[in-house]
């Protein structure tokens, strides 16, 4: 995924959590011979049988804890489905509870290619327990709000959160313009003022959310966050779907990312994302899943195939938002936007997160187009492997984390069981 680079025959040497080669393997004596690398021994040797090497898949925004809502509040408009059943059992949800579901959706994200999540949930130390036992990286973003965590919390984590551990990181953010006050939102702005750090929140999801807005501040959401100078030093939006072109304008100006879930944004009928708006002004998107009570699957492969075909439909235009593209919104802007920007390409230097992508199944061949075959024909079962930060944590359908999968499925359906 290097720019101007196609796909090589080759490969790639991984030491502790860092990439420390890449290319065709024909310069092995003076690699060797480096001081940087000397006499290595290798754990492991890896013959991939000419399948695909590539970065994994960034998940730009999720939930993780809401795997316990999963098939629990289908068939239902966002702000009954939230309102009246979502938000009564998370107030009910423990640290501990959250903790053992962020495990759950773990192995789902392993086992799409995803290795590293940008997570916005309720207890941002258990679900950083839970990301570091299981090997896994997370980005969390505050989730303040009217109802919970506060602006001392969030502030609490971004500094403790940022130093916690290499798979581990913190990004300032806040719910939504309409769970939060005004003089809530004016502090996170004093927040990113003072630590100079970019923003994100949900944004723009539904006409209702815009169309509550105006009737409150007489500007959309977007006019109204950057009136307060929330996102002075850039950041996002979520979902990003009912935009004006002066809102667009503001994101353009702002530098700020476009993070799309179109999977949860069919499912709860929120409307399709003006991606080929945001490309043409030069915006980055990137692609989230959304959490796993709104879509409800954390596969990254559906998402991408949603992307451009929702745009080709909304555009009535074939040739709109082309599959390489959105391989670059899944991977390297995904890195971006959560501010990996070590663990975006496969390159020298860079963090071993990386995936092995089976090419001899029948959705993958004939190999006309290998990165177009991931986009509109690419699935789950074409995952061989999973690597985060040097070490494989999902390889041929087994799982190598703290915990056997069958006991984290016992303790969800209990967890769910106490709390329905």
Known sequence: M??????????????????????????????????????????????????????????AHTHSGMTLLRSFADDLPLDEWLNGRVFPVE???????????????????????????????????SIADAFDDMGMRCVQVGAVNNFSQSLELVEEMYQKLNRR????????????????????????????????????????????????????????????????GIFDHGGGGYHCVHMTS??????????????????????????????????????????????????NCLDMFREMFLVTGLAKLREKDAAAVDGLTVLKMATVNGAHAMGLLDADVLAEGKKADMILID?????????????KNLVYSGSKQNVMITMVGGRILYEKGEFYTAGKPEEIYRKANEIISSLS
């Not at 053992?100 to 941002?124: H, N, Q, R």
């Not at 630590?195 to 539904?206: N, Q, S």
């Not at 944004?265 to 915006?283: C, F, R, T, V």
Request: aromatic letters at 10%; glycine letters at 8%; one cysteine or more.
């Open 2 to 59: 290097e720019e101007e680079r196609d796909i090589f025959w080759g490969e790639v040497w991984v030491r502790d959590d860092q990439i420390i080669y890449v290319g065709d393997g024909q310069e092995k004596d003076k690699i060797f011979r480096e001081p940087s690398i000397g006499a290595t021994k290798w754990e492991r040797e890896i013959d991939c049988n000419g399948n695909l090497l590539m970065p994994g898949f960034k998940d």
């Open 359 to 371: 090419l001899n199944q029948p959705n993958m061949q004939p190999l006309n187009n290998i990165a």
């Open 165 to 228: 551990s290499p798979l581990q990181s913190y990004i300032l953010g806040f719910h939504a313009e309409y769970t939060c006050s005004k003089e809530l939102l004016e502090g996170i702005a004093a927040l990113s003022h003072k630590y100079k750090a970019p923003v994100f929140t949900h944004l723009a999801e539904t006409e209702g959310e815009v169309k509550g807005c105006r009737q409150r501040y007489g500007m959309t959401p977007m006019e109204f966050l950057d009136s307060l």
């Open 246 to 295: 002066s809102d667009i304008a503001i994101m353009k100006k702002r530098g700020l990312y476009a993070v799309t879930n179109p999977g949860s944004n069919i499912k709860l009928a929120s409307g399709i994302a003006p991606i080929s708006e945001y490309l043409k002004e030069g915006i980055p998107v990137a692609i989230g899943t959304d959490g796993p009570a709104s879509n």
């Open 91 to 125: 107030a009910k949800m423990t640290a501990e509870d959250i903790y053992e579901l962020s495990k759950l959706a773990i192995l789902e994200y392993l086992s799409s290619g995803i290795t590293a999540v940008f997570d916005m949930y309720l207890t941002p130390e």
